[in-house]
């Protein structure tokens, strides 16, 4: 299959946080593997009671004050009532004293599964290198236990905080009985500006609603953060994936581009996807990246896809796309919502000013892997230019 000069996608979280504490991810010659996808491989729950807890223990990656707190949960018919809040750690368990707390109740007439933001009833200030837990305890409950959720199985780094991909070794989630799960924490911090960090953690995958075809195009916005491959550093790329589908009339191409966010003019990189090789179910597009592209740590990029051809009647490609805990909170996805990352929209060849997309907590499904190159990023712009490149494709 012919192709054009590759790239690329990439992945990546939240804006950056300043203070940050904890050790990235990857170092130098290191392969590493960045997406939304990998932060998402289904979601834990526990089932409590009355008078039953779980902790969700984290470290503050920079001091800040919080007076909200956002979790996932199930309730059942009935009502139930809660006190959620911020407890100092106590040699790996919570100290058993709120900083801060507030109580919710509601009474539903079935399930209802949903996030659910909790004001406390006075601010916390948090101090940066400095572990906490989220501490909700139920003080009203129905008779099917209330879920309260976590998400991913850490990995053998050790916890990696969803929203910037630092190391973080007091992630987890502690049980009723105060034993470390192996799982990664699901809430989110805020004040009254939103939203503002936390593990937050994508939900679920959907491939409804973002399609490119006819007038409109989409794609992703994204930077590497500095918890992943410390600061000054950049990554040469290897792998990339995709997952999407097409209608049966499709019979033009997918074209993918990596441009600078700065400057949509500036391509770094572009890759042709043979309409022959996606199929009207879902697929996963495995990409071999052209040698000698980088991505720089905090500089942001876009991720554009359109058809070859542009608005061509009958052609149509839905991505998957990934979504966070809180609709409509900026912040709430682990790219980040609509602050460093996030989905934007243009017209069928891509303006200069291209829109966000989605409420704040949606971002499109891709993964790529690149070798870690610590050194200060220097590189000048890599245009494109023409190669064959060989496609594998897994479903």
């Not at 012919?2 to 992945?11: E, G, I, K, P």
């Not at 200030?125 to 409950?141: P, W």
């Not at 829109?355 to 993964?367: R, Y």
């Amino acid at each position: 299959m012919n192709m054009s000069r590759s790239l690329v996608v990439s992945a990546v979280c939240l804006t950056m946080l300043t203070g940050s504490v904890n050790a990235a991810v990857y170092s130098a010659g290191q392969v590493g593997t960045f997406g939304t996808y990998e932060s998402w491989v289904g979601n834990a729950y526990y089932g409590l009671t009355e008078n039953q807890q779980v902790s969700m223990r984290f470290t503050a990656d920079e001091n800040m004050s919080v007076d909200q707190i956002g979790l996932y949960f199930t309730f059942y018919a009935g009502t139930t009532g809660m006190i959620v809040g911020i407890q100092e750690d106590n040699g790996g368990m919570p100290s058993g004293t709120f900083v801060a707390s507030g109580t919710y109740s509601t009474t539903e007439t079935g399930s209802a599964t949903r996030g659910q933001k909790i004001q406390l009833d006075s601010g916390a200030s948090l101090e940066a290198g400095k572990v906490y837990h989220i501490v909700t305890k139920i003080t009203e409950a129905t008779t099917t236990p209330t879920r309260v959720y976590a998400n991913q199985l850490l990995t053998s780094t050790g916890g990696i905080r969803p929203y910037d991909r630092a190391v973080d070794a007091n992630m987890n989630v502690l049980n009723n009985s105060n034993v470390a799960q192996n799982r990664t924490p699901m809430f989110l911090l805020g004040n009254s500006g939103g939203m503002i960090e936390g593990p937050g953690a994508f939900l679920a995958e959907y491939s409804s609603g973002y399609v490119t075809g006819g007038n409109n195009t989409y794609g992703q916005r994204f930077e590497i953060t500095a918890g992943e491959i410390g600061e000054g550093g950049k990554i040469e790329l290897n792998n990339i994936s995709l997952k999407l589908f097409k209608t049966a009339t499709t019979d033009h191409d997918l074209i993918v581009k990596i441009r600078l966010a700065s400057d949509l003019n500036t391509v770094l990189d572009t890759i042709r996807v043979s309409a022959a090789d996606v199929g009207t179910a879902v697929t996963t597009i495995d990409l071999t990246a052209s040698e000698g592209v980088f991505l720089e740590q905090g500089v942001a990029y876009l991720l554009t896809t359109e058809i070859d051809g542009g608005n061509v009647a009958g052609n149509a490609y839905t991505f998957y796309n990934m979504r966070g805990l809180m609709n409509g909170e900026p912040g709430a996805g682990t790219w980040g919502g609509a602050t460093s990352a996030y989905m934007v929209k243009s017209n069928a060849t891509w303006s200069s000013n291209p829109s966000a997309e989605g409420a704040g907590n949606i971002d499109m499904w891709v993964q790529f892997t690149g070798t870690v190159i610590p050194e200060p990023a220097s590189i000048g712009i890599i245009l494109s230019g023409t190669v064959v490149l060989a496609v594998r494709k897994r479903s």
